[in-house]
């Protein structure tokens, strides 16, 4: 008999109180959404048979956003949705479809908003074996924590011609003394004290936690000074006045420290965001957790997946207080919809770090060495055996399969 599920309950400290049978909803995403997502619950069902036996078990909750959402209810992302994943805090999604330039506005963006779920957090870290752009692929090791809620993709835009726009380039006129084109689309760039500390706070204690050697605050604010420079400045400000005995800064290992830092302390430093696309190909050993403003999060985790294999490679997941979504980074390829073709390991490795997230070290394990020594193997989906030399092109399904047989 099925032990009943129950809900993860969360602290006034902020600890997560994991049941043994937690329910955890999903969303099976759009397009190859649904061929990932069977052989991710596959594989994340096997781990955990695996790692504790009957003693625990998740049990899962199908909630429906994009096409599915639309074609039953005539909305995206229905309120229920974001209703059951805030009374179950924890929730897996694959890939949602967004049009480009017209239609609605993204769905993962909507949710990252509604519930609040201020950080993107992408590891990024080589697997043996996968192909790679890289010369020395195994110095890939880093993780990103790009803020969500801010920034250009709050949304804050409006249409060339549009009274808004007009407006804008009116009050900036006036008040200014500055012009701006006539019929331009106009965006706002939104960056606050609270956003950039919350998200800050956050890498820096995931640093400390996790033994890292460093936090790097990444922004354009030679240009945007009073945006992305502020990041940068809050960020210092941040790092000193409640990390303060735990870390140091460059300038001070440089000034204070004959250019060594000093042992137990973890660094914090920052580089221009298009500088350090050139840091992160060249020398990527030097750089361990990045924090950043959204859309230098955005290109540069993308960039950064490139690295190590691709998206298909790159796992992810919305983090805030309390809540979080583990989600595949890549999007819903519609042309490869429902062939049990694509790389299901982006969602399977962001399951990684839902357990990881859980406290379920042990299935977290299971599944990672089960997917490393597959692709070790060279046992793997189209997109890695058609640049592996020798290897066995399976279907979706299949690698999850040889991923269980490999646990």
């Known amino acids: 008999m099925a032990k009943q599920g129950s809900n993860i309950d969360h602290t006034k400290e902020g600890e997560l109180i994991v049941p043994n049978f937690p329910i955890i909803p999903f969303i099976e995403g759009d397009g190859t959404g649904p061929d990932i997502w069977r052989a991710t619950q596959f594989v994340l069902d096997g781990a955990v048979s695996g790692a504790y036996g009957e003693t625990r078990k998740i049990q899962w909750m199908e909630v429906i956003a994009g096409d599915k959402a639309f074609h039953r209810t005539g909305s995206w992302l229905p309120e229920e949705t974001l209703e059951r994943i805030r009374a179950h805090r924890v929730a897996i999604k694959g890939p949602l479809t967004t049009p480009v330039g017209e239609g609605f506005r993204s769905i993962n963006v ?38 969500n809620t801010e920034d250009v993709y709050a949304g804050l835009e409006w249409e060339a011609g549009s009274s808004m726009a007009e407006r804008i380039i009116e009050l900036v006129r006036a008040e200014e003394e500055q012009e701006i084109r006539a019929y331009s689309g ?3 760039k939104p ?5 950039t500390r919350r998200l800050v706070r956050m890498a820096i204690r995931y640093a400390l936690e996790q033994e890292r050697r460093s936090v790097t605050l990444v922004h354009k604010g030679n240009i945007m000074k009073f945006t992305e420079g502020a990041f940068r400045n ?12 735990q870390i140091v800064t460059e300038e001070e290992v440089g000034r204070d420290h004959n250019g060594r830092i000093p042992s137990g302390k973890l660094l914090i430093n920052d580089r221009l965001a298009d500088a350090m696309f050139q840091q992160i190909i060249l020398r990527p050993a030097e750089y361990d957790v ?3 403003p959204n859309l230098n999060g955005d290109y540069i985790s993308d960039a950064l997946a490139a690295m190590v294999g691709g998206l ?11 809540f979080a979504v583990f989600e595949a980074t890549h999007g819903s390829a519609p042309k490869y919809a429902g062939q049990d073709k694509v790389n299901p390991s982006s969602l399977i490795l962001s ?29 793997v989906t189209y997109d890695l055996a058609r640049q592996m030399e020798g290897a066995t092109e399976l279907r979706c399904s299949q690698f999850a399969e040889e991923i269980m047989g490999c646990m």
């Open 110 to 147: 909507t949710l990252r908003q509604e519930l609040d779920l201020y950080a993107c957090v992408r590891p990024v870290k080589y697997i043996n074996g996968v192909p790679s752009p890289m010369r020395q692929p195994g110095d890939v090791d880093m993780v990103v924590f790009r803020e």
């Open 186 to 188: 106009i965006g706002l």
């Open 191 to 195: 960056i606050s004290l609270f956003g």
């Open 234 to 245: 809050w960020g210092y400000q941040t790092a000193r006045e409640e990390f303060g005995d």
């Open 290 to 292: 990045l924090a950043m």
């Open 312 to 322: 298909g490679m790159a796992p992810g997941a919305n983090i805030g207080d309390g």
């Open 351 to 379: 399951g990684v770090m839902m357990f990881e997230y859980l406290g379920w070290k042990e299935a977290a394990d299971l599944v990672r060495e089960g997917l490393v020594r597959a692709i070790a193997q060279k046992k």
